[in-house]
C-alpha cells in the first residue's frame, strides 16, 4: 500500500522541478541531491499540513491517552518481531532472544501487544532495522533521500526500509488491498504522526531552515542507534 503511493507521488514532484537552494547555503556532501530532496520536502511538507498533520491533531484532541497508547504498544509489538530477526542477523544473540521474549509476552500477556508487561519484566525495547543492520555489516548511509510521504532517509536505509516492509507481519495476514489492511496502514500514519507532533514543536522553535534541521535530526539519530543501540 504505501510503497504505491510513494511511487505514485514521483511524477508530480518531477513535474515541480527541483527547489532553489537559500542564499547563503552550505553544501553538505552528505547531501548530493538536496534540490531534489528540498521539493520532496516541500512537497511532503504541504501534503502534511492539509492532510496528516490537522488528522494527527483531531485525533490527539478527541481520543483519551489511554487509548492512544494502547495503539502505539500494538505497533510497537510488531516491530518487535523485526528487531528479533536484525539482532540475529547482528549475531546478538543476547539482544535477540530479550526481544523473542518481549514479542511473546506482550503478545499473549499483553494482548496482541495492547499492553506492556514486558518491560515490567526488564525486557527493554529496541530499535533495529534493516538498515542499521547493513550498517553493522560495514555499508555506509550513502546519498541523503527525501523520500515521497516516508520522509527522511539515506540510499542504505532506502534499501533497508524496502526490506523491512517485506518482513511487515501484517504483510502475511492480509491481503494489501483489504480494507482492513488499508485501515490498519492508515491508523499507523496516524499514530506515529501523532508521536511526532511534540518533536515538531521544538524543530520549528529553534530552526531557521526546517529541511537543514530534519536532515542534521536524522543522521544525528540514526549515529546515535549505529553506534549505541536504543531502548525505549
Same mark, same amino acid.
Given at each position: 500500500?504505501?510503497?504505491?503511493? =510513494?511511487?505514485?507521488?514521483?511524477? @508530480?514532484?518531477?513535474?515541480? $522541478?527541483? &527547489?532553489?537552494?537559500?542564499?547563503? !547555503? ?7 541531491? /538536496?534540490?531534489?530532496? *528540498?521539493?520532496? %520536502? ?8 492539509? =492532510? ?21 504498544? @500494538? @505497533? ?5 518481531? &523485526? #528487531?528479533?530477526?536484525? !539482532? ?7 539482544? &535477540? ?22 518491560? #515490567? ?16 555489516? $560495514?555499508?555506509? !548511509? ?23 516492509? *517485506? ?10 488491498? #483489504? ?10 500514519? =496516524? ?8 518533536? /515538531? ?6 530552526? @531557521?531552515? *526546517? ?5 542534521? $535530526?536524522? %543522521? &544525528?539519530?540514526? /549515529? ?9
Amino acid at each position: 500500500m504505501i510503497p504505491r503511493l =510513494v511511487f505514485l507521488t514521483l511524477p @508530480f514532484v518531477l513535474l515541480t $522541478g527541483c &527547489a532553489s537552494l537559500p542564499p547563503g !547555503h552550505t553544501v553538505d556532501e552528505r547531501d548530493p541531491w /538536496e534540490r531534489y530532496n *528540498r521539493a520532496m %520536502f516541500s512537497f511532503n511538507d504541504g501534503l502534511d499540513k492539509a =492532510v496528516l498533520k490537522p488528522v494527527a491533531q483531531t485525533y490527539k484532541a478527541t481520543i483519551p491517552e489511554v487509548i492512544r497508547n494502547r495503539v502505539t504498544n @500494538f @505497533f510497537s509489538n510488531l516491530s518487535d518481531l &523485526a #528487531s528479533v530477526v536484525h !539482532h540475529s542477523l547482528q549475531a546478538e544473540p543476547k539482544p &535477540a532472544l530479550e526481544s523473542t521474549g518481549r514479542f511473546v509476552v506482550n503478545s499473549t500477556v499483553g494482548l496482541l501487544g495492547l499492553f506492556d508487561p514486558a518491560s #515490567s519484566l526488564g525486557l527493554a525495547r529496541t530499535n533495529e532495522d534493516a538498515g542499521l543492520t547493513l550498517g553493522r555489516w $560495514g555499508v555506509g !548511509h550513502g546519498p541523503y533521500i527525501m523520500l515521497p510521504l516516508l520522509g527522511p532517509s539515506s540510499l542504505r536505509d532506502t534499501v533497508g526500509t524496502v526490506a523491512d516492509m *517485506r518482513m511487515d507481519l501484517t504483510d502475511e495476514l492480509l491481503n494489501p488491498d #483489504s480494507a482492513e489492511r488499508i485501515t490498519l496502514t492508515g491508523v499507523r500514519v =496516524v499514530d506515529l504522526r501523532t508521536r511526532l507532533l511534540e518533536i /515538531e514543536k521544538g524543530v520549528d522553535l529553534i530552526s @531557521f531552515d *526546517r529541511y537543514v534541521s530534519v536532515r542534521s $535530526g536524522y %543522521f &544525528a539519530r540514526r /549515529e546515535r542507534l549505529q553506534e549505541q543501540g536504543e531502548t525505549e
